[in-house]
C-alpha cells in the first residue's frame, strides 16, 4: 500500500469520526488502567457494566485495597478471567501506591513492570490517558492491518512496529481508536461489511463482502 493510500484512509477516518476515544468509562488514568485490564480477552460492554457498580464504590489503589481481593471479585465475577485479573489488580494497587505513589506512571517501562500489564495496555494508557502518539495493536488492529494492506505483520509487535513508521506522524494520536472502531464495526471477522466501508475502495483485501 502506498503513503497516498494511507493518507486517505486516515483523512475518511477522521472526517467520519473527528474525536474518537476508548469505549471504556473512565474519568481518571487510574480507572482506565483497571478497566483495560478487566478488558482482556472481555468486551467493553461487559467491563462498563462492572466499572459501574465498582469505581463509585472504590475508584483508587487505597479504596480497591480496601476492598481486597475477594471483595473485588464480587464486583467483576461477571468478566472472563475475573479470578486472576482480579490478583493482577490487588497487586497493582500494591505497587502503585508503594513505588508510584499512587500515581500511574508516565512510563512505558514502569507500567509494563506492572502484572496485568502488556506492551498493549501500556500503549492504550500512554496514548488514552496521556496522550502520547503510540497504537495499542488489539486483535482487531492486527486483523484489519493485515487484511486491508495497512501494516502487514506476523505478529502484534511487527504490525505495530509498521503502523508506527507508516502512520502519519498527524494521525498518529488517534490512529489506534479510528482503527479498533473500524475493526469492531465495520471490517469485522467473519464477514466484513464492505457496503458500508467509507474505504473499502481502497482497501486491498481480494475477498470483499457486498452482501
Known amino acids: 500500500m502506498n503513503p ?6 486516515f483523512l475518511r477516518l477522521q472526517a467520519a469520526n473527528p474525536h474518537p476515544t476508548t469505549e471504556l468509562e473512565h474519568k481518571t488514568p487510574f480507572e482506565l488502567l483497571v478497566a483495560v485490564i478487566l478488558s482482556a480477552q472481555a468486551t467493553d460492554k461487559s467491563v462498563n457494566l462492572a466499572t459501574r457498580e465498582l469505581f463509585p464504590v472504590a475508584n ?19 468478566i472472563g478471567l475475573y479470578q486472576t485479573k482480579s490478583k493482577h489488580i490487588i497487586r497493582m494497587c500494591r505497587i502503585l501506591l508503594e513505588q508510584h505513589g499512587g500515581e500511574v506512571p508516565h512510563t512505558r517501562e514502569a507500567l509494563e513492570a506492572l502484572p496485568g500489564v502488556g506492551r498493549k495496555t501500556a500503549n492504550v494508557i500512554l496514548n488514552t490517558a496521556f496522550g502520547e502518539p503510540t497504537i495499542a495493536v488489539d486483535t482487531h488492529i492486527f486483523r484489519i492491518s493485515n487484511r486491508i494492506g495497512l501494516a502487514p505483520g506476523k505478529d502484534v509487535v511487527e504490525v505495530e512496529k509498521k503502523l ?13 481508536h479510528w482503527l479498533i472502531l473500524h475493526g469492531r464495526y465495520v ?6 461489511k464492505c457496503r458500508e466501508c467509507i474505504i473499502q475502495d481502497l482497501c486491498e483485501f481480494k475477498e470483499k463482502n457486498f452482501n
Open 4 to 9: 497516498a493510500k494511507r493518507r486517505e484512509i
Open 60 to 78: 483508587t489503589p487505597q479504596k480497591i485495597l480496601a476492598l481486597g481481593e475477594a471483595g473485588l471479585r464480587e464486583y467483576v465475577q461477571r
Open 164 to 176: 508506527m513508521k507508516f502512520v502519519p506522524d498527524e494521525f498518529k494520536q488517534d490512529a489506534h
Open 187 to 192: 471490517c469485522v471477522a467473519r464477514k466484513p
